[in-house]
């Protein structure tokens, strides 16, 4: 399903945040298999088995987190090819029904997070001689889903930003895009469906409503990371990259 | 004061749903109108209203109704191309001949008759296009219709770009709105009154689309009011298309 290349990221370091999160996990899995060496960092420590992936505790909503991060990363590796913005929460709630601490709290992570670790990711970055940030963005940052008005903000706000690190920093051969996944297996997306009572013919109807009659898999959206990371891509900058089965490209789905 | 006192309008397709109500606005604000379709004059239409017998699809057709607007206008300020037919097919199902019917109107019509209208607008004008949700997300089973309206996004781009800024033009894209052609792409749906209440609640202003809600964009954009504004695709869709295709709510 997936093509890995033991030196498609050989001597690269890689950072990927909420590396214990679904598609986080599956990122640094695939990283370590394409021969880049990866910290996952993370408010949890992920269990990777046998894999040699290191882990940095990391609450990305704080700026000493993000500094403590680029510290260990330059003691060890003198440098940093990658950064995976992968962390991230979803608050299901109308604005009305979302606090200022939860709408805070959900930008902090977000929003945040993205810009805390890749200010300071940027000095390793140049170091390097150029770098390649991948963002999380969502499809939910160009249309809405309902009750996910917060988490919908933060993605809008996550491609503005994109764009502008883009622009900013391509001159130093620095890199910048999105990934905006749709649904994908994780245990946010469980979540999402709640305790909706028969999950499987919910997930059964969610696979209909896709061109591709399927929602992804966490691999999915590691594959195009993995692309995006690496000297395939090195033309491609700016971008918000969406992948999604296709369900974005239709209209809504009446039942006709 | 009305907002188009004193302005000359054609609207192409003008005898039913969204052009009808078109010319209805047009002629409430002031406007001098005339429109036009493929059959006779429609027994409704006041008599101060133009009507002219044309096929979009026809360069023939289209020269004529030049030469009407000199003669009936001494010129155009507002041409409005909402002329436009759909074929409820995919692409396996469709023959050349319903590719020449349905790009003749909804592309070379539309590409045609602003060739023509635009060096007759001797004080620079204003056009509106209709393209459609379709254009930019796909219908089932809609699939020229989809690319036809794609089309006419680009056109709408391209002109005001290379004739701004004596021309504006802008294109409205519709969602589903109540007119014949809605009915008829329902009336395909196995269960049409259940797709009906299915549709509906997609959309976040609770009802579908009126004709008049079109022609109240149409308005705008024709007026000074919209004089900063060109070569976009403004969507009046009720929120159908803000909000994400797979609604857990509805399962």
Redesign the interface.
Known sequence: MSAVRPDYLKGRVAVVTGGCGGIGRAICQRFHAEGATVYATDIAKPDFGDTPIHFVHHDVSQEDGARNVMNQVRDDQGKLDILVNAAGIEAEKTIEDTSLDEWNHSFAINVNGTFLTSKHALPLMRAAGGGSIINFGS??GF????SLAVYCATKGAVHALTKAMACDHGPEGIRVNAVCPG?VDTPMLRS??GD?GDIES?QQ??RD??PLRTYGQPQDIANLVNWLAGDEARYASGQLWVIDGG?????????? | MNRLDGRTALVTGGRQGIGRAIVDAFIHEGADVATCGRAGRPGDLPPTIGWHKTDMASADNIEDLRLEMLDRFGGLDILVNNAGIQIEKTILDTSDEDWDQLMGVNAKGVFMACRAMIPIMKRGGVIINIGSISGNVADPGLALYNASKAFVHGLTRSIAVDHGPKIRCNAICPGWIMTDMADAAFAVADHPATAKTDTLARHPVGRFGQPEDIAAMAVWLASDDAAFATGQCYTVDGGVTAASPLNPGLF
């Open positions: 499809y939910d249309i809405a889903d309902p649904y999402f469906f909706s919910l109807a969610v409503v896709h369900l974005s490209a239709q209209a809504q789905q009446m039942r006709l």
